[in-house]
């Protein structure tokens, strides 16, 4: 097996703009298991509030590099299941061992969808039809701002506002005055309780569908009592980071949770996340970081068990250093069926010299 750690800025097409900041590109770091001349890759984002950074991150990978040195391809399950216990125990409010326990798992998951020939949807049993559509982010900024990012981005079939602001009601006004289409609100925690009761009866005449993280995770005790208050389901997104979650997300009053595969893991405890929400009844939302396609090919593989998809990361970027499922108004684009392009996360390095930072033979 031969590992390859690639280390990239992913540059935006315009300032990112949520309740906790503003960014202006993303540090990213690829991950590529090889075996002969196929190829697995996988993703991690560095992230400030999951306190992963991009050293922190490149030693959690580099550790486990010889036991993936050893393995012999087989089903990814067997090998996380085998690794998973060696990237336990993050510090309070770290996911840096998550994180990198992601971008290994959606490479082994890559790389064995490779060699069996098949996408990985369809090694899963799914087919590629009545899928949910992505929404398009319109990330938080001056008003005019957000304006002249949804009129650049028309056509989109949902649109994710972020707020978490004192004019987060003329946000949607003014936004909601440029078009018809359902709005999803995600306050990504910026919302006090008593705010938040102020504002989950008024936004619902701007055509919302669904909240997102309206409180900081410390408050999820009271979401039950914000529900009661709520004509629109509230959706956990910082408050569901793995499986272990997602009891308490439907116990404390959730309608659903947002996964994401940096947050949980990668595509294997995704997949047990999706299957214990669907148990206790909650719908399940995939979300995405500002990753590149390879990150995005990953997710996509999951849209045939997803009630909502947040799948515009790559299609923020002003630069990808990869190419594979691609997003077009909220439509998925998968490679054409049967086609070589098509297998695993259906992922490829568009210049695989660019970014390598470490190569490990075995």
């Known amino acids: ?33 090889g075996a002969g001349d196929v190829v697995g890759h996988g993703e991690a984002t560095t992230n400030d509030y999951y ?4 050293a922190g991150l490149i030693e959690a990978i580099t550790a486990i590099v010889p036991i993936l040195q050893g393995w012999a391809p087989g089903p990814p399950e067997e090998l996380f299941d ?38 990985l949807y369809s090694m899963w049993g799914g087919e590629l039809a009545d899928l949910p559509v992505s929404n398009y982010t319109v990330a938080l900024d001056a008003i005019p701002a957000m304006v002249e990012n949804l009129r650049e981005n ?12 004192e004019d987060d009601l003329e946000i949607l006004a003014a936004l909601r005055a440029e078009t018809d289409v359902p709005f999803r609100v995600d306050a990504n925690a910026g919302w006090s ?53 997602v009891d308490r997300c439907a116990d ?7 996964l994401k595969l940096v947050k949980c893991g990668g595509l294997t405890p995704a997949r047990r996340l999706i299957e214990r929400a669907k148990a206790r009844g909650l719908a399940v939302m995939a979300g995405c970081m ?21 799948l515009d990361g790559a299609y923020l970027l002003a630069e990808d250093p990869a190419e594979g499922v691609s997003v077009d108004h909220g439509i998925a684009i998968f490679p054409p069926a049967g ?24």
């Open 154 to 165: 028309a056509g989109w079939p949902r649109y994710k506002i972020k707020l978490g602001r």
């Open 193 to 245: 309780f008593d705010r938040a009761c102020e504002l989950v009866e008024a936004i619902t005449r701007f055509g919302v569908e669904l909240i997102e993280q309206p409180l900081a995770v410390e408050d999820d005790r009271r979401v039950a009592e914000l529900a009661k208050a709520s004509p629109l389901p509230l959706f956990a997104d910082e408050s569901c980071r793995i499986v272990a979650d």
């Open 252 to 258: 404390a009053g959730f309608a659903g949770v947002n």
């Open 82 to 119: 085998a690794i998973e216990p060696l990237l336990a125990g993050d510090a309070p409010g770290s996911g840096v061992r998550r994180f990198a326990l992601c971008a290994i798992d959606q490479a082994m998951h890559d790389l064995w969808g490779k060699l069996q020939e098949q996408p």
């Open 51 to 54: 306190g992963v950074s991009e």
């Open 339 to 362: 086609t070589l392009a098509a297998n695993g996360t259906g992922a490829r390095l568009i210049d695989p010299s660019a970014g390598l930072i470490a190569t490990f033979d075995g």
């Open 290 to 310: 500002t990753e590149s396609s390879v990150g995005i090919s990953a997710l996509a593989q999951l849209l045939p068990w997803l009630d909502y998809v947040d």
């Open 1 to 33: 097996m031969r590992i390859e750690i690639r280390r990239f800025d992913l540059p935006l097409t315009r300032p990112f703009g949520i309740s906790r900041g503003t960014s202006l590109s993303q540090r990213t770091i690829l991950v590529s298991l």
